[in-house]
């Protein structure tokens, strides 16, 4: 899951409206107006400042900011009518995530690790890498487990350094004696856990410990990038210091896919995508960070056979509008303010239709034409994909 945080422009990567040229500095209807933030700040109708072009087989049109993922673009499906229901940040990605605006919920991650459980006991089956510069809006509510049982919950890995704070132990001992203190903490655990049959947090801090053991070795291991030959670190960008941080990360969400992690989630820094002003600079800045990561990823699961198995979704919390926005007390260039009401996402990989378009908008993409796509949706689509129908993944709680 490659959470583009801060709500990318649909139109300027996506979604070309030649129309909007037409229509240029033109004020936003009645309908437009009811649906804009900053109210205050709202210029006219602005196209796109770059150029699209058709690609691959499938013709599909990506902006001139992605020749990385252009490559690959018949293997997306792109979904042009994604809606959503809050026009905030938070709100906003709470209902990505969870499938509701209100922080408690369980994240889709956590739902799908309930329901498709691990495959390798020595590593995390839902593995968060944020990025270095700053944690993502919500911080680590992005991967709680609400009320399902916490030991569903993502478990944050860092991209530079040890992977785990305190993994390793500060004196090392000699193998007998750690199977004893372990085989011992193992009886004292139980035996405390006996007594307390209904308290879940404590059935998930005893595992997470017997994770963290298992995981000295493997997770050291499934993260060092530097096992990889110099030409796939160029490939994904690496070598470069725009990409390089992102394209770590995409790195080891590969190594990690490969050891069975069901769950990846890669986050930018805070919400770099949030282009209320300097839209052409600040979405170049983006691009320049994530394409050539995103194409290589894609690249590399396919030659490695794993692309059929491996589903990627990539999407922020809402997209952007089709006006102009300026704050003319800023020094700045123009933006766009935010859009729930229809934007972009795009999957590919696992049991997806490569060289598809889902869904259009109206002439100037501001609402969905054909085949609104709910986030319920989405969610359901990828439960789908992964197997689960989205009717039966369950949990009790309260009834």
């Known amino acids: 899951h490659l959470f583009m945080n801060g709500g990318p422009s649909q139109l300027d990567l996506f979604d070309p409206k030649p129309m909007l040229k037409k229509y240029e500095g033109q004020p936003p209807s009645r309908e437009i107006a009811n649906d804009i933030e900053f109210i205050e700040d709202a210029g006219g109708l602005m196209p796109s400042p770059f150029k699209f072009t058709k690609h691959g087989q499938s013709g599909i049109e990506i902006s001139e900011l992605m020749p990385h993922l252009a490559k690959q673009a018949d293997d997306l499906a792109v979904i042009r009518s994604t809606v959503t ?12 995530q969870s499938g509701s605006v209100f922080s408690g919920r369980p994240s889709t991650g956590a739902w799908v690790v309930y329901g498709l459980g691990t495959e390798n006991q020595n590593l995390p089956a839902y593995v968060v890498l944020d990025d270095p510069k700053g944690m993502p809006v919500n911080g680590i509510q992005n991967w709680q487990t609400g009320w399902l049982p916490p030991v569903y919950q993502g478990t944050r890995m860092r991209s530079i350094g040890s992977p785990l704070l305190n993994l390793s132990p500060k004196e090392e001992y000699p193998a007998p004696v750690l199977d004893m203190a372990r085989s011992m903490l193992d009886r004292l655990n139980n035996a405390h856990r006996n007594q307390r049959p209904q308290e879940q947090r404590l059935d998930a801090r005893i595992s997470s410990y017997e994770l963290a053991a298992r995981m000295q070795m493997s997770a050291t291991d499934a993260l060092d990038v530097s ?4 030409a796939t670190q160029e490939m994904y960008g690496m070598n470069n210091d725009a990409s390089a941080s992102y394209g770590r990360r995409c790195l080891m969400a590969r190594r990690l896919v490969e050891r069975g992690v069901r769950v990846v989630q890669i986050f930018v820094n805070e919400q770099i995508w949030d282009q209320h002003s300097n839209l ?5 800045t983006c691009c320049e960070k994530t394409d050539q990561p995103i194409g290589a990823l894609i690249r590399d699961l396919k030659q490695r056979g794993l692309f059929d198995s491996t589903l990627i979704v990539w999407g922020g919390e809402f997209g952007r509008m089709p006006l102009s926005q300026i704050n003319p007390r800023r020094k700045s260039s123009f933006g766009r303010d935010h859009q729930p009401a229809a934007f972009t996402t795009w999957m590919a990989g696992g049991g997806i239709k490569g060289g598809t378009v889902y869904g259009a908008t109206d002439e100037i993409g501001f609402k969905p034409a054909e085949n609104p796509v709910s986030i319920h949706d989405f969610h ?16 009790n709680h309260q009834g």
């Open 380 to 395: 359901a689509t990828i439960l789908h994909l992964l197997g689960m129908d989205h009717l039966e993944l369950v949990y």
């Open 85 to 96: 229901t809050h026009f905030n940040h938070e709100p906003a990605i709470f209902m990505f």
């Open 280 to 284: 052409e600079s600040g979405l170049r």
């Open 227 to 230: 096992q990889e030959s110099p």
